[in-house]
C-alpha cells in the first residue's frame, strides 16, 4: 500500500480540522443549559413570524397551485443552510406560511381540522424541548403519570370503572387498529381454546368485523393490515339518519354465525365524518354480548361529546363498549397530534404487549415499573398528552366542551338555513357539526338534473378552494355528489357561514351560466 504524499497529508489535516471547527460550531444549536438564551431568542423569532402571518392573513388559503408551490420548494439547495434562523424564517414564509391553510379562519369550514387552543401550544413547546420519549419509564418519568392520569379520566368521562386502561396514539385510524389487534388477538385466543394451538393465518379466514356503511375507512384498512382482508368487513345499511341499523346488523350476524363465521368485531361509530350521526350504542351492546363479539366505539369525531354541556346524551351506552376511540385534536381542540384508545378491561392491554430485554424486559414489568411501550404499538413516542394536559389545568374541561357546543348549535341553525333555501338540499338533518348539502338552482322552473348536479358541485368546491376565499369540503351521497361544511370553529358566526353560502351560489351560478353560454 502507498503511503499518502505529503500533499495528501496536509489535505487531509486540513479537511479534519474544518470538520472539528464545523462540528464545535454545531454544537451552539444543540438545547442544553449552555444555549438556553440563543433557545429563547429563536423560538421566539419563530412565534413572532406565525404570529404575524396569522394576523395579517384575511383569508384561509391563497389559492396556489400545488405546482407552483412544488417549483418553489424545489429549487430550494438543502445543501447550503442559510446563515441564520431570521432568513430561514424569512424563506419559511414564502415556502409554507403564505400559503398554508389556516383552519382558525371562520371561512374554513372543511375537513375536521379544528382552530387550536392556546394552552395546548404552550404544551407543545415545552414537550418538544424536553422531547420525553413515551416508551419507557427512565425515558419519560413523570410524563409516563401525566399521561396514564389523562387515560384515567378519559375512561371516567366516558363511563368505565377503575378496571379500565388505555394509550395516546397519533390518531383515530391507529387508535381503530389498535383497538382492532386487540379484538383479533382476543378473538383468536378463544377460538385456540375451543380448538387447539393452531397457526394465526388458518383461523383468521372465520373472523368477520361489522360496521357501518358510513363508518370510517380505516376500519377497511385496519382489516387488510390485520391479515383479514378488506372484504372481511361487513357493511350494515343505515337508516334514514345514518346510523347503523341494529335490525340489519343481528340478521348480518345471525348469517355469519350461520355460516361459521366468528364475529370478531362490531364497530360503532359516534360521529360519522360526513354526517357526524351517532350508532343506537346501546342496541348494539345487546347483539354483540349476545354473540360473545367484541364492541369498538369509534368516537374519534364524537368523543368531545364527554365535556358537551348540552350533548352528552348523545353518547348514551358508550360505557358498554370494550373499547373506544377518542380524538384529541379533533373537538378537543389541541394540535395534531392527540388521540387515545381506551380498553374497558385494561388486561386486553397484554394482546399488544411484546418484551425486549434492551428496553422493557419482563422483569420490568413484574417489579410494576410503568413502561408505557407495553401498552403501545409505538415505541418512540412524543409526550401529546401535555397538550390536553395543559389545556385542562388552564381552561377546564367544561370550557372545551362549551366550544364544542357552540359549533354544534351552529350547525344546527345553518341546517335550517339550507333546508328553507330552495336553490339547495341539504342530505340529512345535522346532528353533531357537519352539514351535507349540494347546490341543486332551478332553470326555466325545474331544478337541475341529478347528472348535471353531479358536474356543478365539485367544480363549485374547486373554483372555491382556488379562490382562497373559502374552503368547503365534498363527498358523495348514494353515488351523488355533494358539498359539506365541518364547523368547529367557536368564534364563527351565522353570518361567516351565510357568506361562505352566497360565496356558493354565486360560483354555482357563474359556472352554469358559462355552460350554458358554451353549449349555445
Known amino acids: ?72 420548494v424545489g429549487a430550494v439547495d438543502l445543501e447550503r443552510p442559510l446563515p441564520d434562523t431570521a432568513a430561514a424564517l424569512e424563506e419559511l414564509d414564502e415556502l409554507y406560511l403564505k400559503d398554508a391553510i389556516y383552519f382558525h379562519d371562520a371561512r374554513y369550514a372543511a375537513h375536521l381540522n379544528c382552530p387550536v387552543v392556546i ?83 388458518h383461523l383468521l379466514d372465520r373472523l368477520r368485523i361489522f360496521t357501518s356503511a358510513d363508518s370510517h375507512f380505516s376500519i377497511q384498512k385496519s382489516a387488510s393490515m390485520l391479515g383479514l382482508g378488506f372484504d372481511a368487513v361487513i357493511a350494515i345499511p343505515t337508516a334514514g339518519d345514518h346510523r347503523m341499523d341494529p335490525t340489519e346488523l343481528a340478521a348480518a350476524l345471525a348469517e ?35 354473540y360473545d363479539s367484541w364492541l369498538h366505539v369509534d368516537a374519534a369525531y364524537g368523543g368531545g361529546l364527554i365535556v358537551s354541556g348540552r350533548y ?41 404487549t411484546y418484551y425486549a430485554d434492551y428496553l422493557n424486559p419482563e422483569s420490568a414489568a413484574k417489579a410494576e415499573i410503568p413502561n408505557q411501550v407495553d401498552k403501545s404499538i409505538q415505541t418512540t413516542r412524543r409526550f401529546d398528552a401535555l397538550k390536553l394536559w395543559l ?43 357537519t352539514l351535507v348539502f349540494r347546490y341543486r338552482p332551478a332553470v326555466d322552473g325545474v331544478a337541475i338534473d341529478e347528472d348535471s348536479a353531479d358536474v356543478l358541485n365539485p367544480a363549485i368546491r374547486a373554483a372555491i378552494f382556488a379562490s382562497g376565499e373559502a374552503v368547503v369540503a365534498g363527498t358523495k351521497v348514494a353515488g351523488r355528489h355533494y358539498l359539506k361544511f365541518t364547523l368547529l370553529n367557536a368564534e364563527a358566526s351565522l353570518r361567516d357561514i351565510q357568506e361562505i353560502i352566497e360565496l356558493i351560489r354565486r360560483t354555482g351560478a357563474s359556472l352554469l351560466a358559462n355552460t350554458t353560454e358554451a353549449a349555445a
Open 256 to 290: 355469519a354465525h350461520d355460516a361459521g363465521l366468528v364475529p370478531m368485531a362490531v364497530v360503532a361509530t359516534a360521529g360519522t365524518t360526513d354526517f357526524g350521526s351517532v350508532d343506537p350504542l346501546s342496541e348494539l351492546a345487546a347483539l354483540v354480548r349476545a
Open 119 to 201: 394552552p395546548a401550544l404552550v404544551g407543545e413547546a415545552v414537550l418538544s424541548a424536553v422531547n420525553s420519549s413515551m416508551d419507557t419509564w427512565d425515558q419519560s418519568a413523570g410524563a409516563t403519570m401525566i399521561e396514564r392520569r389523562l387515560i384515567d379520566w378519559t375512561a371516567e368521562r366516558i363511563g368505565f370503572d377503575a378496571d379500565a386502561d388505555g394509550v395516546f396514539t397519533s390518531g383515530g385510524s391507529q387508535s381503530n387498529f389498535q383497538a382492532l389487534l386487540i379484538a383479533r388477538n382476543h378473538a383468536v385466543a378463544k377460538l385456540r381454546a375451543a380448538t387447539g394451538d393452531a397457526r394465526l393465518p
Open 312 to 352: 352528552r346524551h348523545l353518547l348514551n351506552g358508550i360505557h358498554l363498549a370494550d373499547s373506544v376511540t377518542v380524538d384529541f385534536h379533533k373537538t378537543f381542540f389541541q394540535p395534531v397530534s392527540s388521540s387515545a384508545v381506551l380498553v374497558r378491561n385494561g388486561s386486553m392491554m397484554g394482546h399488544v
Open 391 to 433: 389545556t385542562l389545568r388552564i381552561m377546564g374541561a367544561d370550557a372545551i366542551g362549551a366550544l364544542f357546543d357552540e359549533a354544534i348549535d351552529l350547525a344546527g341553525r345553518v341546517g335550517t338555513l339550507l333546508a328553507d333555501d330552495a336553490e339547495f338540499e341539504l342530505a340529512a338533518t345535522p346532528q353533531l357539526s
Open 1 to 72: 500500500m502507498t503511503s499518502p504524499s505529503v500533499e495528501e497529508r496536509i489535505a487531509q489535516e486540513q479537511d479534519f480540522g474544518s470538520k472539528v471547527e464545523l462540528a464545535l460550531a454545531a454544537t451552539n444549536q444543540l438545547f442544553n443549559a449552555r444555549n438556553s438564551p440563543s433557545y429563547v431568542a429563536q423560538v421566539l423569532q419563530g412565534v413572532n413570524a406565525v404570529s404575524t402571518k396569522v394576523q395579517r392573513t384575511a383569508r384561509p388559503f391563497t389559492g396556489v397551485a400545488h405546482a407552483e408551490l412544488k417549483a418553489k
